[in-house]
Structure formats: C-alpha cells, structure tokens
C-alpha cells in the first residue's frame, strides 16, 4: 500500500497527538483538583486566584475543542502558560503547603517538546525566578503564611523544595530532549526511505509505461498483419467458384478477425493485459451478423454483460467461441420463415469463475443431421473450452443454448 505525504508520521505530527493529549487529560484533572476543595460548593467561597483557575480550565477546554484550527505552537504555547498560572496561584496562596507545585517539572517538559531548548531554558529560568520570589515574600512576610506553618517557611526548606522541583525537573527536560532527537532521527531515517521507494516506484512506474508502449505496438501489428491475412482470405473468397469455398474462407476470415479484435482493443487500451469484454462483444457480433445476415434479418442481439474486463488469455478463446456460436445462429439457427430473431449473451461472476450463456431462438439441432454436431466449428468449440478449463452445458431442443463457466485463474 502506498503511504501518501499526508499519512507519514512527521515530528509535528507526533508532537501534535501528545499535546492533544495533554490538553485534554490535563483539563479534566485540572477541573477535578479545583473541584474537590470547593465542596460543598458555595460561590462566595471563591477569590481570585479560583477565578483564574476556573477561567485558564475553561480555556483549556475550548483549545481542545478548537485544537484541529489551533497551530502546535500555539497549543504547547497556551498549555505553557496555563501550568505557569496554576503552579504560581497555588504557590503564591499556600507556599511550600501548595499541592499542585509538582506541576513545575512539565514547565521544562512542554518547552523542551514543543519549542527550541533555548527557549525552553528561558521558561525555566522564568519559573525559578517566580518560585525564589514568591520564597522572598514568605520568608520577608510581604505573604501571609496562612497556613503555612514555621517549620516549612524557612530558607533551607524552600532552597531544598528548589532545587528538588530544579532536578527533577532537568532530568524530565534532557529525557524529553534525547526523545526528540531520537525521534527526528527516527523520522529522518523515514523519510530518506520514503524518497528512495518513490524514487524507485517512479522507475518502475517507467519502466512498465516503456513495455506497455512496446506490447500496444506489438499488438497493433499483430492487429495489422491478421487484418492483411483476412483481406487475403476475404479477396479470396470473391474468387472462389462454389459456395461451400466461399462459406469456408468467409468461416475463417471471421475467426480471424475475432482474433484480431482482441488485439486492436488491447492496443486502443492503456492496460494492455485485458479487454473491455461488453465492448469487444459487441463489435465482434456486429462485424458477424453483418457477414453472415444476407437475408437481411433483423437480428435483435442482447447482452447482459456484468463483467467488465477479461484478461487476454481469456479473451482470444472466448471470442472465437462466441465467433463460432454466433456464426452457427445466422447459418442454421434462424429459418427464412422465422418472424423473431434473437440472440442473448450473458456474463457474470460466480464465485472464482467467470459464466458466459448464449442462447437463440432458433430451431436448434432437432430438424438438423446429428453430423452436424461433428463439424469443425463445434469441434473448435470444444478444444476451446477444454483450454479454458470450462465446464458446459449445451441445450439443442427447440433452441440453441450454451453455457459454460470457467476459473478467473487458469492452472
């Protein structure tokens, strides 16, 4: 299967799935953690760091809704910012007592996936800044502690708190940082095979252009030379002194042409290994009732054909079959007095098979010789059937009839 531009994975594209994540998952916990404190809930309850929080949740909840419209920039950007505001609400009303100050550590983490780590640095360093001033208001008591008892506002426990959220907050960004390297390597690896298939599907896609140019030439010639044959055959029928020589060259000058046929098809086709069956069908019965039809009858052909292409190896057999059904109908199947003449030909699927019927409304072999069965086109019928691997049926009470079905694959 041939990947298309649009479905290779690309560095953006993962980056793009991880922070729809994000966004997602992180606005629901983020809703839940504001959510719990405030029950029972009660509005006058809420100051304005809740109102922050609540607005920056909701905020974050119409980006994922809108996120196929918002650029990975702008999301990762957004995202950014919001785990800022929350980790310094919450930092700034309750200090070391905070219970989402861990949220520090994706500060680094969505700088480093999602933009440069220059700039990912500089949010970090943002962030410390933040963390030491607000550690600075506490330990100066420009802050009320609140809750905050003594034990925790002391320099060494906000230094500890420091540079434990510091660490562990490198180590996630240089994780982060070897997985973006690995995976832009990953997919540079892709898209250098990616250019050399392409490169490889285009030769090729040239090469079977080149053979088939070369076999619709070679059939045109074929087509040409079968069609001298048949002049030759057809000038000679109009010499011919007795009527069984001329009925016998006409004979073979018909077979001919159905060959021939197949190969003017397939040079008029840009896929030179099958024929448009429903259109070959019916220029050959035209080019045979139009030989064959001295009465001037007219012949009321109809076809139900549901298959639409047959391969060549099908293709050659089954039209001198039909050459031959066809050719016995207007010679021997229709009497002068017979005021309806009809042909019908079937095709369709059956399972792994392909089935053709054909049937006239003639008279059939009852009023005829049984010798008649042993003639060469009968017997040409039958060779071809037995190299098709068919199975048949034929009916000769009252009509002419022939089924016969054979696998799509021959053996």
């Known amino acids: 299967m041939t990947v298309t531009k649009e479905q290779r994975i690309t560095i953006e594209s993962v980056k793009t799935k991880l922070i729809d994540s994000f966004v997602l998952y992180g606005a629901i916990i983020a809703f839940i953690a504001f959510l719990i404190p405030q029950i029972p809930f009660n509005p ?14 909701i905020s974050v909840f ?43 550590v994706l500060i680094p983490f969505l700088g480093i996936l999602v933009f440069e780590v220059r700039w990912a ?6 962030s410390i800044l933040t963390y030491f ?34 660490l562990v907050s490198m180590i996630i960004a240089m994780f982060v940082h070897i997985f973006n390297k690995s995976l832009i390597k990953i997919i540079k690896q892709q898209d ?50 007795d009527e069984f020589s001329r ?7 018909n077979r001919i042409l159905s060959i021939s046929k197949v190969h003017e098809l397939i040079y008029q086709s840009e896929d030179v290994s099958r024929i448009h069956l429903k259109k070959y069908i019916k220029e050959l019965a035209d080019i045979i009732i139009e030989s064959f ?17 047959l391969n060549v190896n099908h293709g050659v057999p089954v039209g001198i079959i039909l050459n031959e059904l066809i050719t016995n109908s207007l010679k021997h199947g229709f009497n002068e007095a017979q005021e309806s003449c009809q042909i019908q030909i079937s095709a369709f699927e059956e399972d792994e098979h392909y089935k053709l019927f054909y049937q006239d409304n003639g008279s059939g072999f009852v009023d005829h010789k049984p010798e008649k069965l042993t003639g060469l086109g009968i ?33």
């Open 44 to 57: 006058g309850n809420l100051n304005l760091f809740n109102y922050i929080d609540l607005t920056v949740i």
């Open 62 to 104: 119409i980006l994922y809704y809108n996120r196929a419209k918002v650029s990975l920039f702008f999301k990762g950007g957004f995202i950014l910012v919001a785990v800022y505001l929350f980790f310094v609400a919450d930092l700034y009303q309750h200090g070391l007592n905070s219970t989402i100050r861990t949220v520090f």
């Open 121 to 126: 640095a500089l949010f970090f360093f943002i």
């Open 133 to 166: 001033i607000i550690a600075y208001g506490y330990l100066a008591g420009y802050l009320s502690p609140g809750l905050l008892g003594p034990e925790l506002n002391t320099p060494t426990k906000w230094i500890i708190h420091g540079i434990i959220l510091s």
């Open 192 to 241: 250098q095979s990616y250019k050399v298939l392409e490169q490889q599907d285009l030769e090729l896609k040239q090469n079977i252009e080149e053979k088939n140019v070369l076999l619709q030439e070679i059939h045109h010639r074929v087509k040409n030379n079968l069609a001298v044959v048949s002049g030759l055959l057809d000038l000679q029928s109009g010499l011919a002194t």
């Open 247 to 253: 009925s016998a060259l006409k004979l073979s000058t």
């Open 293 to 309: 039809n001295k009465a001037g009858r007219e012949i009321d052909l109809r076809l139900d054909i549901n298959i639409q292409y």
């Open 379 to 411: 017997t040409l019928v039958d060779s071809l059937l037995t190299q098709i691997e068919a199975e048949s049926q034929l009916k000769t009470d009252g009509m002419y009839q022939l089924s016969f079905r054979f696998p799509k694959e021959l053996s």
